[in-house]
């Protein structure tokens, strides 16, 4: 592979706030069917090469989290994980043969997974409200509530969700953030201007990815995000950038070149070749050029700036970096 980590002669490091290296995607199964040879390695790879340095591998539920973990530590010091269940993931909980032992497990799992050093973040936990065909909000309410009682024992940031639920969201979050000392990132964001600033104001970081950069509403609040609040991430394989978003035509117009490997289909795939469809850690260069577009700023500014923000919050080892 050639060398990607470069933008017009610029050698820029990222950590990617946020993977889903768990998805079946990464192994090439798509819907329950290989579509092709799993390609986990050369995704890891692509992502160094481009200076991705570090990543946080998320949970989605207690077997997720398992998976993020074992994921984690067969590559220590390079990824790391969560430990959490999604809102959507919410009648995990529910539907178990023992609701309070599923709670007991994954508060056991974050607690040794922090001990162990590769769990960084207590999450993905919120609400999400765009999905309740998933779990109806009562239950997400119910084990966002339960989980945050958790994330009081631990010590770690909250890795959060908020999606269509604002006032909700901080209903129940906000009183408790006196006790959460190392605060949280909401990621994915999505919201308006008002409830980021609200989020700023109690603290909490920002996470944005290609979902978070759909719309021109989306970058106008991407313009307004405090530079010491900001994360990058990728949200992978989801969240890529896509030619129908407003965000593209930065990519398009960039003075910084992007280089990254072709992506065909998954049916045409070959070694060395990105998947259609399918957004890799890589990518985070496309959403620092955005963001850098956005703010008008250079793109070593915001890649430095988020690089300090991701340290501060997770306490990842520099050392290794």
Request: charged share 25%.
């Amino acid at each position: 592979m050639s060398d990607i980590s470069k933008q017009n002669g610029l050698t820029l490091r990222y950590i990617d706030i946020g993977a889903n290296l768990t998805d079946p995607m990464f192994r090439g199964f798509y819907h329950g069917k290989q579509s092709h040879d799993d390609d986990f390695s050369e995704v890891l790879e692509r992502a160094a090469e481009l200076g991705v340095k570090q990543m946080l591998v998320t949970g989605s539920n207690l077997a997720e989290s398992k998976h993020a973990y074992e994921i984690s530590k067969a590559h220590q010091h390079k990824l790391y994980s969560t430990v959490g269940v999604h809102p959507c993931h919410a009648m995990d909980i529910e539907t178990s043969e023992d609701p309070d032992a599923y709670l007991v497990e994954l508060e056991k799992m974050a607690l040794d997974g922090k001990k162990s050093g590769i769990v960084k973040a207590f999450g993905e936990i919120g609400l999400d409200y765009a999905r309740l065909n998933y779990a109806p909000a009562d239950i997400q309410c119910k084990y966002f509530i339960k989980q945050l009682d958790i994330a009081e024992k631990l010590d770690l940031p909250l890795f959060l969700h908020s999606r269509d639920c604002a006032e909700d969201f901080e209903t129940i979050l906000f009183p408790r953030l006196a006790l959460l000392k190392r605060g949280g990132v909401v990621h994915s964001f999505t919201g308006t201007i008002e409830e980021m600033e609200s989020l700023v104001a109690k603290g909490l970081y920002i996470g944005i990815n290609g979902c978070s950069l759909k719309t021109e509403e989306n970058l106008e609040v991407v313009k307004r995000i405090p530079l010491e609040k900001i994360l990058l991430e990728t949200d992978a394989p989801w969240c890529e950038i896509r030619p129908s978003h407003a965000s593209h035509k930065f990519l398009k117009n960039a003075n910084l070149k992007i280089s990254l490997p072709q992506a065909v289909k998954k049916e045409k795939f070959v070694m060395g070749n990105m998947v259609r469809g399918r957004c890799e850690p890589c990518a985070i260069s496309q959403v620092a050029t955005v963001i850098a577009a956005v703010k008008q700023i250079p793109i070593e500014e915001i890649c430095e700036i988020a690089w300090k923000n991701s340290i501060a919050l997770f306490h990842f080892d520099e050392v290794s970096i």
